[in-house]
Nanobody, 126 residues
Framework: QVQLVESGGGSVQAGGSLRLSCTASGATSLRRHFMAWFRQRPGKEREGVAAIDKAGTGTLYVDSVEGRFTISRDNAENTVYLQMSSLKTEDTAIYYC??????????????????YGQGTQVTVSS
């Protein structure tokens, strides 16, 4: 099973930007995996933020981040990114990278992913 490691979280003021990265540990390739970013805000369930297909040609976003966040992947570098811009205080959460090889209908449904990273904290202050 693939192991994922996130990085790039931190604290930023509202309106700022951050870029999260997710890599697979060891020699595991992410090429066969559909990838996504989820987040969990305090007191809330984990929600899907953005997803990307295996080739990186198809993406999907939750409405609240559409136009502000961009998911991308570099299969040669075995890395998935989440570029976050125009950050808002409500984007404060722990962000998790996720991977799956399962076929699915809803790429933003957390139940469709069998592997998650340990998470990275993003804090946006006003």
């Amino acid at each position: 099973q693939v192991q994922l490691v996130e990085s790039g979280g931190g604290s930023v003021q509202a309106g700022g930007s951050l870029r999260l990265s997710c890599t697979a540990s060891g020699a595991t390739s992410l090429r066969r995996h559909f990838m996504a970013w989820f987040r969990q805000r305090p007191g809330k369930e984990r929600e899907g933020v953005a997803a990307i297909d295996k080739a990186g040609t198809g993406t999907l976003y939750v409405d609240s981040v559409e136009g502000r966040f961009t998911i991308s992947r570099d299969n040669a570098e075995n890395t998935v990114y989440l570029q976050m811009s125009s950050l808002k205080t409500e984007d404060t959460a722990i962000y998790y990278c996720a991977a799956t090889t399962w076929a699915m209908v809803d790429p933003l449904d957390r139940h469709n992913y069998n592997t998650y990273g340990q998470g990275t904290q993003v804090t946006v202050s006003s």
